[in-house]
């Protein structure tokens, strides 16, 4: 039985060939921006979020950058968006929310404030790290259920990762938790890769590997690692030798497919890695403003949001930006997917942008590896290739989304909730 209803074909055709921008500024000088600092970046639905210095959160859609001062004042040091596309800030204040351009502060477990990070799962819960708490906080939109720590794990979150699984993995001082059904894992210094090193920042990428960014505990000392923890268990430790920005500390991880692009605090610009091949890109090289980086995320196009310190919102594809707040460009040029909505709790579409005249296979691949169903095309044309598909029948779960073509591979993860 195929796991897909309708298939629907829309044929582009081109006249010439198009050109796009690989980096694009947003600063003060060319948007109603009010500070070229900027603590933190999300991209979401074809937009780009970020809180700057001076407590603003912005948006940036179609080149126009609109600004709303937080209330109350309060720097922002982690942000989430979740499916409904509602922005959780994790501040110095607590929680606090942006609906419908209002702030709403969520009212904290009894003596916890600062909230360090932030991660949402796939039933929509915001879960969160405290400055100094030994413990990790679940806010389900109506109440808190407080988890506490295993005395060995210790205190101060730094990061919070949700896995394609639903588990959930944070760094905490120089060791790193998993937590699945309410059991803990722990790896500390003991283990070896941690040892003597802070856990700066953990990313789980598309096809669920753990990208663990640490810097070394002394400040004399500060070298840093990029760990890999794959989808089997084995952990993999890149140092300076396989990068030499990673002798800075890997303190920001973001992915698109096979490339890990890292940036240590506030020096030495950006890497792009693939564990075989490692490009630094800093001011010497590139238009990038300044070297002083604080965040970066990247979206199923490729496209990388840069949060600088003192350079603006930085936007980076090395193929060419191709969504809508950057450029007004042909995305038929680019291959893409993108699955909507998601997560979902019955039909979703799935978007498929094709470069060229191409085979095509999608399949759906359970957590456990377990093939549900694969789709095969002989030959589309280039341009946009729509499938909508019924998952009524799919259990409640994280699933993933692999599209090949003669050329390229896209993985993506979808959830299935009720």
């Known amino acids: 039985m195929r796991l897909w209803t309708t298939l629907i074909l829309i044929v582009v055709v081109h006249h010439s060939e198009a050109q796009f921008d690989i980096w694009q500024i947003y600063d003060t000088t060319n948007t109603s921006m009010h500070s070229n600092a900027i603590e933190t970046v999300e991209i979401f639905n074809n937009s780009v979020w970020f809180v700057d210095y001076?407590?603003?959160?912005?948006?940036l859609n179609n080149g126009i950058v609109q600004s709303w001062p937080i209330v109350p004042f309060t720097i922002a040091p982690d942000m989430a968006i979740d499916a409904q596309g509602v922005v959780w800030l994790a501040t110095t204040v607590g929680l606090i929310k942006f609906q419908n351009n209002t702030f709403i502060t969520v009212t904290m477990p009894l003596g916890v404030s600062a909230i360090k990070s932030i991660a949402i799962d796939g039933?929509?819960?915001i879960w969160v790290g405290a400055s100094g708490g030994q413990a990790f906080y679940q806010y389900d939109g109506t109440s808190w259920q407080i988890h506490s720590y295993p005395a060995i794990l210790g205190v101060n979150t730094y990061s919070i990762a949700v896995d394609i699984d639903g588990s959930l993995w944070v760094g905490v001082g120089s060791k790193v938790g998993h937590f699945f059904n309410n059991t803990w894992e722990v790896f500390t210094e003991l283990d070896g890769y941690l040892s003597g090193w802070l856990v700066q920042?953990?990313?789980?990428d598309a096809i669920g590997n753990k990208w663990i960014g640490v810097s070394n505990a002394l400040i004399t000392d500060n070298y840093g690692r990029l760990i890999k923890i794959d989808t089997t268990?084995?952990?993999?430790?890149?140092?300076?030798?396989?990068?030499?920005?990673?002798?800075?500390?890997?303190?920001?991880?973001?992915?698109k497919d096979d490339t890990i692009y890292t940036a240590p605090w506030n020096v030495g610009g950006f890497c792009s890695f693939n564990e075989q091949n490692c490009d630094t890109i800093s001011t010497f090289n590139s238009p990038l403003p300044t070297d002083k980086i604080h965040d970066m995320d990247a979206d199923q196009w490729g496209n990388l949001a840069i949060a600088t310190n003192g350079g603006g919102l930085v936007l980076f594809n090395e193929k060419g930006l191709n969504f809508n707040p950057i450029a007004p460009t042909d995305s038929s040029y680019f291959f893409g997917v993108d699955i909507y909505?998601?997560?979902?709790r019955s039909n979703f579409t799935l978007s498929i942008n094709l470069p060229e005249v191409s085979s095509l296979q999608w399949s759906i691949i359970n957590t456990q590896g377990k093939l549900i169903d694969k789709v095969s095309y002989g030959s589309l044309p280039k341009g946009n290739t729509v499938v909508q598909f019924n998952s009524e029948h799919l259990n409640v779960g994280v699933y993933i989304i692999e599209v090949l073509t003669n050329d390229y591979i896209n993985v993506q993860?979808?959830?299935?909730?009720r």
């Open 54 to 59: 001076t407590g603003r959160l912005n948006k």
């Open 123 to 125: 039933n929509g819960d």
């Open 201 to 204: 920042k953990i990313h789980v």
């Open 233 to 255: 268990g084995s952990w993999t430790v890149f140092d300076s030798t396989n990068c030499s920005k990673f002798w800075l500390g890997v303190e920001n991880i973001a992915s």
């Open 341 to 344: 909505p998601n997560p979902t």
């Open 413 to 417: 993860k979808l959830m299935i909730q």
